[in-house]
């Protein structure tokens, strides 16, 4: 069964930090440029981070300095570590691949999501 497996999220204090892991199953994760993307409640989902096939990375500008993805490529994983969180980063974060890099900026050129592991960043 190909899919995308997050953990990692939970709850966490303003300054606090999390690490998201991403496992794909069915698939070679390390053939995919993978994004995590994030969506709070009543707004729009946005991209966080994304990482290419060749190890790329772009990171959107208001978690620059805050977010280092990677890969485990033995592991079949993509990690999004999150340092200095603020509430307003509580959103629900999805991890995506496609096989073209193109989903970093256009989610319809995303192959596979994942279901989404919750974040909420309160004291």
């Known amino acids: 069964q190909v899919q995308l497996v997050e953990s990692g999220g939970g709850l966490v204090q303003p300054g606090g930090s999390l690490t998201l892991s991403c496992v794909a199953s069915?698939?070679?994760?390390?053939?995919?440029?993978v994004g995590w993307h994030r969506q709070a409640p009543g707004k729009e989902r946005e991209v966080v981070s994304c990482?290419?096939?060749?190890?790329?990375?772009y990171n959107h500008d208001s978690m620059k300095g805050r977010v280092t993805i990677s890969r485990d490529k033995s592991k079949n994983t993509v990690s999004l570590q999150m340092n200095s969180l603020r509430p307003d980063d509580t959103a629900v974060y999805f991890c995506?691949?496609?096989?073209?890099?193109?989903?970093?900026?256009?989610?319809?050129?995303?192959?596979?999501w994942g279901q989404g592991t919750q974040v909420t960043v309160s004291s």
């Open positions: 995506a691949a496609d096989v073209t890099g193109y989903g970093c900026y256009d989610t319809s050129a995303v192959e596979y």
């Open positions: 069915g698939f070679s994760l390390n053939d995919y440029a």
């Open positions: 990482i290419s096939t060749d190890g790329g990375t």
